[in-house]
Nanobody, 121 residues
Framework: QVQLVESGGGLVQAGGSLRLSCAAS??????MGWFRQAPGKEREFVAA????????YYADSVKGRFTISTDSAKNTVYLQMNNLNVEDTAVYYC????????????????WGQGTQVTVSS
C-alpha cells in the first residue's frame, strides 16, 4: 500500500509562513516533491528533492522564499513557506516518482490528496 499524506495547509496573511509535511509509506522513491494548482490553472512544479545525491530543485517563483527538507528515516518531506503572497494560494500536492524529470507532472507516479493554502492580502 503506497500512500502520501499531506498536512499543514491553512489560511495565512500575506507575509506569513506555513510549514507543509508529507509522509510517504509503502516504498522508497527516486524523488519526492511539491506541486500546486490554483483554480483554472494547470498543476505546476514547486520544489523537489532527489534522495540520491541529496539534490534540491525550486521553481523560480518560490526560490528564496520556500525551503524543502527531508527526514529519510521517516520517509517524509517538508516545505517551509515564508513570505507568502496572494499568488501562492493553491492546493499543494505532495508527489513521488521512480524516474523521469523532476519538474514534470507526468514524471510522478504517486500523489497525495492535497492541502489547501490560502493567503489573504
Amino acid at each position: 500500500q503506497v500512500q502520501l499524506v499531506e498536512s499543514g495547509g491553512g489560511l495565512v496573511q500575506a507575509g506569513g509562513s506555513l510549514r507543509l509535511s508529507c509522509a510517504a509509506s509503502g516504498r522508497t522513491f527516486a524523488s519526492m516533491g511539491w506541486f500546486r494548482q490554483a483554480p483554472g490553472k494547470e498543476r505546476e512544479f514547486v520544489a523537489a528533492f532527489n534522495w540520491s545525491g541529496s539534490r534540491i530543485y525550486y521553481a523560480d517563483s518560490v526560490k528564496g522564499r520556500f525551503t524543502i527538507s527531508t527526514d529519510s528515516a521517516k520517509n517524509t518531506v517538508y516545505l517551509q513557506m515564508n513570505n507568502l503572497n496572494v499568488e501562492d494560494t493553491a492546493v499543494y500536492y505532495c508527489a513521488a516518482r521512480l524516474t523521469g524529470t523532476y519538474y514534470s507532472v507526468n514524471s510522478y507516479n504517486y500523489w497525495g490528496q492535497g492541502t489547501q493554502v490560502t493567503v489573504s492580502s
